[in-house]
């Protein structure tokens, strides 16, 4: 009788500091992670296709890194929880903050951003990674913080 032998695939994971353009300003509140993270956002198709960024963070709120998250269509975009928090926990961060625009210019949280923004909360806190805020981009470059409004 033949034994099957089983082959797994093996994972490998990396993760370079490097010198980043934000890395000597400390994110102190949402005016500090705006200015941070409006310059990932594509300016080409702000007005017309939701984008995801996610900003990670040290133990003393440096960002250790910026993140393209996904790009959508003109109303919404996808928000992988496992992608999010995954990328968190590659690069060592202690906290992150996520950002997303909205085409139309209106900067009201949806029910289905603060629902969201909470599973996305709630998912980091089992792994000790905290989410510090959420912004909702312009495509004037406005924003509206989750946690400025109390929603976070």
Do not use: W
């Not at 890395?23 to 705006?34: E, L, Y």
């Not at 310059?39 to 963070?57: H, K, P, V, W």
């Not at 790009?71 to 992988?80: F, I, L, P, R």
């Amino acid at each position: 009788m033949k034994v099957k032998t089983c082959t797994v695939k093996e994972l490998e994971i990396n993760y370079r500091p490097g010198n980043y353009y934000i890395k000597q300003q400390s994110i102190c509140n949402s005016k500090d992670a705006h200015a941070a993270i409006k310059r990932s956002f594509d300016l080409n198709t702000i007005a017309c296709q939701e984008q995801m960024i996610g900003m990670y963070l040290d133990h003393a709120n440096h960002p250790k890194g910026i993140l393209k998250l996904s790009k959508g269509g003109v109303s919404n975009t996808v928000a992988d929880i496992r992608l999010i928090l995954s990328v968190g926990l590659k690069c060592l961060a202690s906290s992150f903050i996520i950002a997303h625009n909205h085409p139309s210019g209106n900067l009201e949280a949806s029910e289905q951003d603060k629902r969201l923004t909470q599973q996305i909360f709630e998912a980091g806190k089992l792994v000790e990674l905290l989410l510090m805020d959420h912004l909702i981009v312009g495509p004037n470059l406005s924003y509206l913080s989750f946690k400025d409004e109390g929603i976070l």
